[in-house]
């Protein structure tokens, strides 16, 4: 497994939220040190605005965080939030009007290309904008993929694999900037190599 080897990172939603509800797995101990080095200034972490509205009263659970105002106040406390501006919105709906599709299933029966969802698209957007616009050229996207098949016959993109969905790499300067952006689960170690691979 590649892991990460730098101090600034855009989490994920599935990230915060898997760490608030206990259910992140082996990288629990990862998240933790990410977000207790982000608190005391050691490594710098962004988050999507758009977390806020994934944050449902109705379906939180107290468990790591006693309320939902607690876990909001600790995440504002240690990240920095990002709201897409009208540009980054305007590469939100190119991402999600791309052909994602591996090349294998350009040519099979049937084979439909994936859809970036709205979400996904927002937080990669950002995160390019925080590489782009801020100048982080060593900025790691931190999520979790496990949702994905294998197999490949989901109907997700998997984000920790959008190399092998971008036949239009050669063509879309935005996905081409999405495959490079590094995307990695948040598992993080001193020794790595980034899991991005450059289109075209």
Not at 24 to 52: M, N, P, Y
Request: net charge neutral; with cysteine.
């Amino acid at each position: 497994m590649i892991t990460s080897s730098s101090d600034k990172h855009f989490l994920h939603t599935s990230v915060v939220l898997r760490h608030a509800n206990g259910d992140s797995g082996d990288a629990e101990q990862h998240i933790e040190t990410i977000l207790t080095e982000a608190a005391v200034a050691k490594r710098r972490v962004w988050v999507s605005s758009i977390l806020f509205a994934q944050l449902r009263p109705s379906t939180f659970v107290p468990g790591r965080f006693a309320t939902l105002f607690e876990l909001t106040r600790y995440i504002r406390a240690l990240a920095t939030l990002v709201t897409p501006d009208p540009n980054t919105m305007m590469r939100v709906a190119r991402l999600r009007d791309a052909k994602w599709q591996r090349p294998a299933d350009a040519h099979q029966p049937g084979g439909k290309p994936r859809t970036m969802s709205l979400g996904d698209a927002m937080e990669i957007a950002s995160a390019l904008w925080v590489k782009e616009a801020i100048g982080v050229p060593d900025l790691e996207f931190l999520t979790f993929d496990d949702w994905c098949s294998d197999d490949g016959k989901g109907d997700r993109l998997c984000l920790l694999h959008l190399q092998d969905y971008a036949i239009e790499a050669k063509l879309n300067a935005d996905v081409k900037a999405a495959v490079r952006l590094t995307r990695l689960e948040p598992i993080v170690h001193a020794q790595s190599l980034p899991h991005s691979v450059a289109a075209g």
